[in-house]
């Protein structure tokens, strides 16, 4: 009988005032204000990421991927995407599916979320699939201080491998 198990992940970073910060959300780059962190601050990647280590039982991105380290300054964050799912697969799991909710008001995802998509999907090898959502105003993502991200990580297991 195959294990299965559910990951859950957050990600929350403030808009940059650094003008030659680049906005990066889902390994796709964005016109407009970058955004606050010690690696690119892609919120959708980690969010990715910690849903996917939380399911495997792995721990969490600032366990893995420590924000104190001077390593991970500047850090591509697809590319510590692609480091977790090689962790993921060497403890016996696959990613079935992941599905991803970014809240923000501005820039508008829509025109862009096919690329998102795919640029997820091929480095985490199974369905990722984005979703924009607006704030509507209302509290800090609402007020445009900033973009937060939810993800939800489906794996799977032969059980033989358990």
């Known amino acids: 009988m195959p294990e299965i198990r559910v990951g859950q992940g957050f990600d929350i970073h403030p808009f940059s005032d650094d003008p030659d910060r680049r906005m990066v959300l889902g ?3 964005f016109d407009g204000p970058g955004l606050v962190g010690h690696s690119d ?3 959708v990647a980690h ?17 893995r991927y420590p924000d104190t380290d001077p390593a991970q300054a500047g850090a591509d ?10 962790a993921i697969r060497g403890d016996g799991w696959e990613v079935a599916n992941v599905d991803c909710t970014v809240v ?5 995802l829509a025109p862009r979320r096919d690329e998102m998509s795919d640029a997820l999907t091929e480095v985490v090898g199974a369905q990722v699939s984005v979703k924009g959502r607006r704030a509507e105003g209302l509290g800090a993502i609402g007020r445009r201080e900033g973009v937060a991200c939810f993800a939800v990580a489906l794996l799977q297991r032969d059980g033989t491998l358990a």
């Open 27 to 29: 390994g796709v780059s």
């Open 104 to 108: 923000l008001e501005a820039p508008r």
């Open 47 to 63: 969010a990715v990421i910690d849903a996917l280590l939380g399911a495997a039982g792995l721990g969490d991105i600032g366990q």
């Open 77 to 86: 964050s697809m590319a510590l995407l692609a480091d977790t799912v090689a």
């Open 41 to 43: 601050a892609d919120a």
